[in-house]
């Protein structure tokens, strides 16, 4: 057995010192500089990769050779491996073992298996918790913490650190030579986790000294004389747990995101220091968009990032989730990116939710991945577990751990990558459209809500808040085959897009918003919606007329809105909506300047102001949206915005079931992905030059019949 002992007596001493030191300092022990990636050593990959999640410590018997036999019999060319178990790498503190996945990558590469290898950071040991249970997540209220679920630590705390950091430089240390392992996924799925330890508020007291520099400053920016809750001495701010300030909710949130950005930095720097160069470093976000994980500043740190993206399957496998997910990886870097998750066959953490897809829908869902810019598509997982909290989420084999039917669409799929993967690879997508995401607006609007779940009048989980909004923004956008790409209030420039979609833009310092005007103003297209512009940088509401700096592009002022108790319609359907001719929650009393109303409520009150406006401002215009759209309006309000922006053409015109993806591949040849994401046979005309389907060698010349779940992927001669 291979393992390393590390004096253990010396290092708990240590380590006891260390800790008073930092509670009195209020600093973390890094122990590396955070740097900025530089890619430029890392090799291009020849083909898509295309693989599993593999566990042979989860399995019930030894079968290692079984299971590598049956990913090379189905084609398979990558595992991602090692990030879940601490517990084997270091089963006691200061000894580690490397035997029991030694002999996974040694038969993984002799069979062509490259390996991602993890670090497992995201789930502490028995031993670690029982000598140092302070590591754990507080949470915010005082409750207590318990052991047992993953993901429950203080990712600041000086202990987790020093052990972290020690199993991540001995891992990376005796697998930088190996040449099956082509690079590193740092943690796994990381957020903040709500920890609220004392090491994290005194960082971040530190953070707001910094920030602010007097109690003064931070007095006027939360408006704290409310209530006589002024901070005269920072020793005086109390904690998170009861806030009532706005101001102080908002810069906690974007504590918890630059807490998750510091620990992934430092991970991914502790982790360069000692791989192979060639190696690269990624990390797997748990999904898109998330409160407390700011992707786009960690992606700073990554050599290329990754994301894990579970979606419908059935009759709601659409691509729609996909899409909107990977739009978003894509746009943190402008770059290609990894699926390192998504679905094999049915998911939940319960038996209630088991949906395993129909016949094609793996196949699809693969080159979903891919026209959306994926380089890399791994399942979660290779074989279902046979106990404990993910037993309904099945892999690629189930609990009986033979070939079945997903087993047989995968190899099918594998096999056809073989063939076009180096086709499909690198790419290269260009959008006419973005969406401005604003993660302070999505936390700020969960702080403040504007609706309910419940009845009228009574506190519930919103029905509609800012991350619904921008989905139902995204999917019109989908379903109108119009490639999306996200841009951030740091974007420095907009001008590269036709289209600027702003969904509830509630948080906003003046330059964002003159930014925006300025993009009107120079020929762009923008359609916003309610609440934008109405809350500074510090989520104070601005105190002159709304919407405060976009007055003049936009057209128009308010100074009253109101909630909608039941769904009202627009006069005269002027979108053409039919019976979803319909808006509900939200109203702001929209009084136009120069703007040209473009839908009127019909209601006796409410009817005697507009509810969608358009202003030409400049070369360009902006349309706004005072209030929520049903998503059928949604969708032909932005058809018509497509067309006055001279986007809409023929992709506007497929088959409802239907979708299209577009871009240029290393070959420099353009690719149209083709989608029939329905039970049907669809048949239409194809308007782009000839050329042939990679999946079937036929030429493709003036029309495309997809069977049900199909798709074709043209390359153009």
Do not use: C
């Not at 103003?521 to 109405?534: A, D, E, L, P, Y």
């Amino acid at each position: 057995m291979v393992h390393r002992q590390v004096n253990q007596i010396p290092v708990r001493l240590w380590l006891s010192a260390l800790v008073v030191l930092v509670s009195l300092l209020g600093v973390g022990i890094g122990g590396a500089k955070a740097q900025t990636a530089d890619s430029s050593r890392i090799p291009p990959l020849q083909s898509v990769l295309y693989g599993a999640a593999y566990y042979h410590e989860y399995m019930p018997y030894e079968r290692l050779d079984q299971d590598v036999a049956l990913m090379q019999q189905a084609g398979l060319s990558v595992v991602r491996m090692g990030e879940s178990t601490w517990s084997l790498w270091e089963p006691a503190d200061g000894h580690f073992e490397y035997a029991w996945m030694d002999r996974v990558v040694a038969a993984m590469g002799k069979a062509g298996i490259k390996v991602i290898m993890g670090t497992p950071t995201y789930s502490i040991p028995t031993w670690l918790y029982r000598a140092h249970p302070e590591v754990l997540a507080q949470p915010l209220g005082g409750g207590k913490a318990f052991y047992g679920m993953r993901q429950n630590m203080d990712t600041d705390s000086p202990v987790y650190r020093f052990y972290a950091q020690r199993v991540i430089r001995n891992l990376v240390e005796h697998y930088r030579n190996n040449p099956t392992v082509i690079g590193w996924q740092i943690d796994n799925e990381t957020s903040a986790y709500g920890a609220s330890n004392h090491d994290v508020f005194v960082g971040f007291v530190n953070h707001l000294r910094e920030k602010f520099g007097t109690t003064g400053n931070l007095n006027k920016a939360w408006f704290l004389n409310y209530w006589g809750e002024d901070v005269n001495a920072w020793e005086d701010l109390p904690t998170r747990d009861s806030a009532q300030s706005t101001g102080y909710k908002l810069e906690w949130s974007r504590w918890e995101q630059m807490r998750v950005t510091d620990f992934l930095a430092w991970q991914a720097t502790l982790v360069r220091e000692y791989r192979r160069p060639d190696q690269f470093v990624t990390t797997d976000f748990g999904g898109a968009m998330r409160h407390d994980v700011n992707e786009e500043a960690i992606a700073a740190s990554l050599d290329v990032p990754a994301i894990n993206v579970y979606h419908g399957t059935q009759d709601h496998f659409d691509g729609a989730q996909q899409a909107l997910d990977e739009d978003f990886a894509r746009s943190l870097r402008g770059t290609n990116f990894l699926v390192t998750e998504t679905n094999a066959q049915s998911t939940d953490w319960t038996s209630s939710f088991q949906f395993p897809p129909y016949d094609g829908q793996l196949r699809a869902d693969v080159y979903t991945h891919l026209a959306n810019g994926a380089n890399l598509v791994e399942y979660w997982h290779w074989a279902s577990i046979a106990a404990n909290q993910e037993t309904y989420w099945k892999g690629v084999l189930s609990h009986d751990l033979e070939p079945n039917r997903a087993y047989a669409e995968v190899s099918r799929t594998a096999h056809e990558l073989q063939k076009i993967g180096p086709h499909l690879v690198d790419l290269k997508i260009s959008n006419p459209a973005a969406i401005l995401w604003s993660r302070d607006s999505l936390n700020a609007i969960e702080f403040m809500p504007f609706t309910s779940g419940g009845p009228q009048w009574s506190p519930a989980h919103p029905a509609a808040d800012y991350a619904t909004l921008v989905r139902q923004l995204h999917k019109a956008l989908y379903d109108l085959n119009v490639g999306v790409d996200f841009v951030f209030p740091e974007t420095p420039d907009f001008s590269r897009y036709k289209l600027l979609v702003v969904p509830a833009l509630y948080i906003a310092d003046d330059a964002l918003l003159n930014r925006i005007a300025d993009y009107v103003k120079n020929g762009g297209h923008v359609v916003m919606t309610f609440k934008s512009g109405f809350a500074n940088e510090n989520s104070a509401v601005r105190w002159v007329r709304a919407p405060g700096p976009l007055r003049e592009a936009a057209g128009f002022s308010y100074q009253e809105f109101s909630n909608i108790e039941q769904p009202l319609a627009l006069k005269a359907d002027p979108f053409h909506a039919g019976v979803d001719n319909k808006v509900s929650y939200w109203a702001e009393f929209l009084m136009p300047e120069h703007a040209q109303p473009r839908a009127w409520y019909d209601h006796p009150f409410f009817g005697r102001w507009p509810a969608i406006t358009e202003n030409h401002y400049g070369s360009g215009t902006l349309l706004y949206e005072g209030t929520y759209l049903s998503d059928t309006l949604q969708k032909y309000v932005l058809l018509d915005v497509l067309k006055e922006a001279t986007l809409a053409g023929p992709d506007q015109q497929l088959p409802a079931a239907v979708r299209v993806r577009h871009g240029v591949n290393r070959l420099g040849k353009r690719l149209h992905y083709y989608f029939n994401y329905s039970s049907e046979l669809k048949s239409f005309a194809y308007p782009y030059a000839a050329g042939k389907d990679l999946l079937t060698g036929s030429a493709i010349t003036q029309s495309i019949t997809l069977k049900p779940w199909d798709v074709a992927i043209v390359e153009e001669e």
